[in-house]
């Protein structure tokens, strides 16, 4: 909304005095209606006004989910606000570095230089710029007494500002956060961060002028299990009694839709992954114990430097049931198996796939990889594929090696995606036994997101197909039938034994020791592969 459709430039002293009166009373509207911070709704934003301008309230914590417009209300809008109802108020702006802490001191001197409904409303508390303090880190309106500290001054939260003294501290985001050494995405702080915060926090009590009628407000998001935020709530009982603690999302309905609607709620949890989710939106921490892959830097190959040719390959195939957008991904996973028994995920599809579209991809995975065995799960399998495939597959003169995996319905599903964690931590040559792609979020994601616990698990559609190409790979061909298999491409006299296919899987047999039932079950679409390949 414009200011200036709130109240005309030109209105009578009446009106002016009108308005006046209505915005040294009630933040929001002086946030919203004067300041011009149109985004600002009465659902969200007034109970978080309403706690900053009770003044009675001496320690203030408001916990609101990112870019939820909690530092335009608390380090703007109310710094502001107090120095209009007070002008010889001084209040000092923390934040975790000085650089943040200077932007918002900044924003408020830009309204005091340049809004015209403001210089209108309050004429008496603009100073005189040439000779008030109007700096980066201090600034002064005009005041009805002389005053040591300026009206509003800013501070990192590393600064040594012990000698200074204020009526009141706003501490916004103490704790910093740092950068994902694997992606370069801000990411939630650090331990040593947090405690730098605490410590800072404890500090600032000593620069208060009077420790019965000085304030302290505390603004932020969750960055831990165990955050400032916490230590506040659990520490003091003032942070405790008189603190607002908003969720973007609350019993599946989105709390801020007009900016943060359900889709853009989804996309934030696929993007950041539902660990810095719960913290960052809806202040939920994710207990460390509670994680069950923990995904480090080591766990990344660069696909650009290993070449992965060669190897035998296994690809898992999750079927998605419905197609809608907001159902399952089909996903299709394919994963390497180096020598020393190390698997490398090689190749990674997934999205809301048509039947064809499907099709197609198994075609192309088949083409750039020949994997050893394609593995589906029975359902999806049944409903899908044998009576289409085998036509298809002679028309295109491919023959894919589809693999029918049964589900045991006695083993739950998060028992199966269990079966990765092994993989994930055991190591060797200082290597884990899987490695992922550099670049693969979405299937980190999913890692990361895995919960034992249902109701806190995300997708797992990936997963699911990973878990399928693993156990493929485990599975896999008798290592006596591969090197055989190797040995019928070398030779002509094997080549031509082979075309005869009752007389090759004999020959197989004896040399395994298997039964025949059990071999041909083994060999199951391989020697028509090699057909394929020597026609």
Known sequence: MNSAGILSLSASERTIGRYRKLAKSDLFYFARNVLGYDKLTERVHRPVCEKLQDLALKRVLICMPRTFFKSTLGSVAYPLWRAVGDPNVTILIAMNTELNAKQKLREIRSHVERNQLFGKLFPEIIPDFNSTPWGELA????????????????????????????DEIVEDDLVTIRRDEITGDEIVASREGIERGIAWHRMSHSMLNDQKKGRII?????????????????????????????????????????????????SLKRSLGSNVYSLWYLNEPIDPQEIVFKICEDHFYDPRSVNLDGLPHFTGVDLAVSH??????????????????????RD????????????????????????QAIGIESVSYQAFLPRLMPYLMRERGQMLQLRELPRDT????????????PWLE????????????????????????FRLDRKRRGRTDLLDALCDAMRLSEAGLAPMAIRLQRQVILTDEQ??????????VKELIGASGKTQMSFE???????????????
């Open 426 to 449: 055991n190591r060797a040559g200082g290597l884990p036994m899987l490695l992922l792609p550099r670049g693969a979020k979405e299937l980190v994601h999913e890692l990361e997101d």
């Open 410 to 421: 006695t083993v739950a599903k998060e028992q199966r995606n269990m079966a990765l964690q």
């Open 348 to 371: 990674i599809r997934y999205g809301h796939f048509s039947p064809l579209e499907t099709i197609d991809l198994l075609f192309a995975i088949h083409t750039m990889y020949h994997p």
């Open 218 to 266: 505390n603004i932020g998001t969750r960055q831990a299990a165990k955050d400032l935020i916490l230590f506040l709530l659990e520490t003091s009982d003032e942070f405790a009694a008189n603190s607002v603690m908003l969720k973007a999302e609350q019993d599946g309905q989105p709390t801020f839709p007009e900016y943060y609607d359900e889709k853009v709620l989804k």
């Open 139 to 166: 600034a002064s309106v005009r005041r009805t007494v002389e005053r040591g500290t300026c009206t509003w001054e800013a501070a990192g939260a590393g600064a040594a500002v012990m000698s200074r003294h204020y």
């Open 495 to 504: 080549r031509a034994r082979y075309y005869d296919i009752e007389e090759g």
């Open 324 to 345: 809608e957008r907001r159902a399952s991904y089909t996903a299709l996973i394919t994963v390497a198996v180096t020598p020393d028994n190390r698997r490398y995920v």
């Open 521 to 535: 079950r083994q060999l199951k679409g391989t020697r028509f592969s090699y057909l394929a390949r020597a026609n």
